[in-house]
Structures are given as C-alpha cells and as structure tokens.
C-alpha cells in the first residue's frame, strides 16, 4: 500500500515515503542519524564501516569484533557548549578508541576550521588549548577523525591541520571517505544470502531500507560507476576526445567549480537546440585536474595534452590565456551497445550505460 505525507490534493507537497528512514526528515542529521542507528545494529556491520573508513586495516586473519563490541555510539554528541564543536557521529570504546565522524550530504566538504574545532581549540590569542585536547582525546590509544561526504576530498586538503596536530603531541588520524562508498558497502551486505531466521532476516531489511534512503531521497550514486555527458562539436572536439588512444577533453572558464569524481567520459553531439544526443564512446577517466591555458602551453611540443589543446584553441582562441581550465585524460575507449545510443536530458541513457559498466 502507498504512503505518502503532505496535503491532499497539492502535488507539491505531497511526498511519497519509500523507505521507513524518511519519516525523520531528509536533512543531513537525518542521514547521520539513521547511519548511526545502522552501525550499532550489527558489530561486523560496524567493524566493515571503520575498515572502508580507514580506521581498522585489512589484516588477513585479524578479527575486530571483540575490540568494539560494547562500545558507545553518540550522534550531535556536544560535550561543553563553549567548545568542540557538536559532532555528527562519535563511536568509542572505553580506552581503545575514539572516531569523530564529519558529515556533508551535499557537494561540500568540511573545513580545516570546521574539523579543528573538534581537536585543536585555540584561545583568543591562536594558542591551542591543550587541557581541553587532552580531555577530550588523552584517554583514548586510537584516535581517528574521519569526513564522509559526497564530493572526493583531495589528500592534501588538510595537511595544516595534519601538521598542527603532530606539533601538539596528540595522535589523531585525519581519513576521508565518500557516501558512494557507504552506499557500496550497503550494496554488498544487501546483496548477501538472505537469512532465514527472524533477527538476521530483520537485520537484511533494514539494510535495504537504508539503501533505498540513500538513492532515492539523497540521489547517492557509486562513484565508480558516474559518468559525465558533455555535449561537444562533433567535427572538432569529438576528434580530440575520440580519435587517439589517449584523448582529451578541455573545459574552461569556470573558477570556482570542480567536475564530481567520476571514473567515466561520454562525449556526444547532436543539434544545439534539441534535447536528443547521440554518444558512440564511453571513454575511461584516467586523469582529472585543474590547470590553465600557459601552463599547457608551457609543455613540450610533442607532448599530447599541448597538441590536443592546439586543436581545440582552433575553435576557442580565448583558452589560449585562459587561467582555469578543467582537464580529462582519456584513456580505454568502451564502445556503447546499440551504437549510437540515444539519451535526452541528464537521465535518459544514463541507466543503460550505468548496467552496461555494471556487468
């Protein structure tokens, strides 16, 4: 039977609820919350959740069950109202263990700011409060703050923080880790043999409400699955893209923007106005970074990135001096099934070639 929540009668607010999560709200505490809930359901749930975290490594024939069973889990847990910061997910184990958990459910990312409230406190003078750091953190042997959001976080993003905490005397492990990859691991619990008896078989629909919470009310995808469409012109840019075995495809103009981590490229044509493209190739991710029009000049004329950047500045000029260009490596070429599929919009097309990789 269908449920839904809002007025009758006003398709805008009217909502369909598919998953028993939904009913305490669609925000990012709602997500940690039920995350949080999920977690301290099941022990190995939990021990393969800080694993794909970084927290425990994967040692053949290390079991980590016992070293976490009875432990605490906390969500907005807020020690002193005054400092620290109120933490989405805190999960401890009497003087084993202590994870801070900073979550984003849309495209940012925590700040170094953000991530020191919650270690390294300063005074109005910028001097770190190193009682306060020992009394949130002295007890523990394991230390490990860990942001889950939805965009890749680069490895350097907090080498500051990194470096302040190492000059303080205070171990703490900085690791960064993705919804697309929370959302794998739910996958492969879901998919696991379904039991039988009723606590196990209680447990398995839990996971899949989970699941369902995350693709259908927060849109969480596998990364490694994404695929960027771009539209480009057919008789230049889709050479560049396409005709080598190394392809490229140049993006400029945009300061302050950065492409989702996806592993996948189509590049497609089709007329300006229309909403129907048509893509042959799916080409392979091999490299994403930010650069600029001097600087790709600068390189070797022989080298590949300049001479495909040479055929399109052909068409865009202005990229020549341009100081924010987005740049893809392209690497294996994956021909499409039903050659030159069809897709309009963002959607269309998309699941097909999503199942595709998938196989």
């Given at each position: 039977?269908?449920?839904?929540?809002g007025?009758?009668?006003?398709?805008?607010?009217?909502?369909?609820?598919?998953?028993?999560?939904?009913?305490?709200?669609?925000?990012?505490?709602?997500?940690?919350?039920?995350?949080?809930?999920?977690?301290?359901?099941?022990?190995?749930?939990?021990?393969?959740?800080?694993?794909?975290c970084?927290?425990?490594?994967?040692?053949?024939?290390?079991?980590?069950?016992?070293?976490?069973?009875?432990?605490?889990?906390?969500l907005q847990?807020?020690?002193?109202k005054?400092?620290?910061?109120?933490?989405?997910?805190?999960?401890?184990?009497?003087?084993?263990?202590?994870?801070?958990?900073?979550?984003?459910?849309?495209?940012?990312?925590?700040?170094?700011?953000?991530l020191?409230?919650?270690?390294?406190?300063?005074?109005?003078?910028?001097?770190?409060?190193?009682?306060?750091?020992?009394?949130?953190?002295?007890?523990?042997?394991?230390?490990?703050?860990?942001?889950?959001?939805?965009?890749?976080?680069?490895?350097?993003?907090?080498?500051?923080?990194?470096?302040?905490?190492?000059?303080s005397?205070?171990?703490?492990?900085?690791?960064?880790?993705?919804?697309?990859?929370?959302?794998?691991?739910?996958?492969?619990?879901?998919?696991?043999k379904?039991?039988?008896?009723?606590?196990?078989?209680?447990?398995?629909?839990?996971?899949?409400?989970f699941?369902l919470?995350?693709?259908?009310?927060?849109?969480?995808?596998y990364?490694?699955?994404?695929?960027?469409?771009?539209?480009?012109?057919?008789?230049?840019?889709?050479?560049?893209?396409?005709?080598?075995?190394?392809?490229?495809?140049?993006?400029?103009?945009?300061?302050?923007?950065?492409?989702?981590?996806?592993?996948f490229?189509?590049?497609?044509?089709?007329?300006?106005?229309?909403?129907?493209?048509t893509?042959?190739?799916?080409?392979?991710?091999?490299?994403y970074?930010?650069?600029?029009?001097?600087?790709?000049?600068?390189k070797?004329?022989?080298?590949?990135?300049?001479?495909?950047?040479?055929?399109?500045?052909?068409?865009?000029?202005?990229?020549?001096?341009?100081?924010?260009?987005?740049?893809?490596?392209?690497?294996?070429?994956?021909?499409i099934?039903?050659?030159?599929?069809?897709?309009?919009?963002?959607?269309?097309?998309?699941?097909?070639?999503?199942?595709?990789?998938?196989?």
């Amino acid at each position: 039977m269908k449920l839904s929540i809002g007025k009758r009668g006003h398709d805008e607010n009217t909502l369909e609820l598919k998953s028993l999560f939904r009913l305490i709200g669609k925000n990012e505490d709602a997500l940690t919350y039920s995350l949080g809930y999920l977690i301290s359901r099941n022990t190995s749930f939990l021990v393969e959740f800080l694993k794909i975290c970084g927290v425990f490594p994967r040692t053949r024939g290390v079991r980590y069950n016992k070293k976490v069973e009875e432990g605490e889990i906390h969500l907005q847990e807020l020690r002193d109202k005054s400092k620290g910061g109120r933490k989405d997910i805190t999960i401890e184990k009497s003087d084993f263990l202590r994870v801070v958990i900073e979550a984003k459910v849309d495209g940012s990312i925590p700040s170094s700011q953000q991530l020191a409230k919650y270690t390294l406190t300063k005074d109005s003078k910028g001097v770190i409060d190193l009682k306060f750091l020992q009394k949130e953190w002295g007890a523990f042997k394991n230390r490990h703050l860990v942001t889950l959001t939805r965009a890749e976080v680069s490895a350097n993003e907090y080498s500051g923080l990194k470096k302040e905490l190492l000059h303080s005397g205070m171990d703490i492990h900085i690791h960064s880790i993705q919804w697309g990859d929370v959302l794998n691991l739910v996958d492969r619990w879901t998919n696991q043999k379904n039991a039988t008896n009723g606590q196990a078989h209680l447990w398995h629909e839990l996971l899949k409400e989970f699941r369902l919470f995350l693709k259908e009310d927060y849109d969480m995808k596998y990364f490694a699955h994404e695929v960027i469409f771009v539209q480009v012109l057919k008789n230049l840019i889709y050479p560049i893209c396409n005709e080598d075995p190394v392809g490229y495809y140049f993006d400029g103009g945009r300061k302050d923007f950065t492409y989702p981590p996806c592993l996948f490229f189509v590049p497609c044509y089709g007329q300006k106005y229309k909403a129907s493209k048509t893509a042959e190739l799916i080409r392979r991710i091999d490299n994403y970074e930010k650069s600029s029009g001097p600087e790709i000049l600068k390189k070797p004329s022989t080298h590949p990135m300049r001479k495909a950047f040479e055929k399109h500045t052909a068409k865009f000029s202005k990229d020549v001096r341009n100081e924010h260009i987005h740049v893809f490596t392209l690497g294996a070429k994956i021909p499409i099934p039903k050659v030159k599929q069809k897709f309009s919009g963002p959607n269309r097309g998309y699941k097909n070639i999503v199942d595709f990789l998938s196989e």
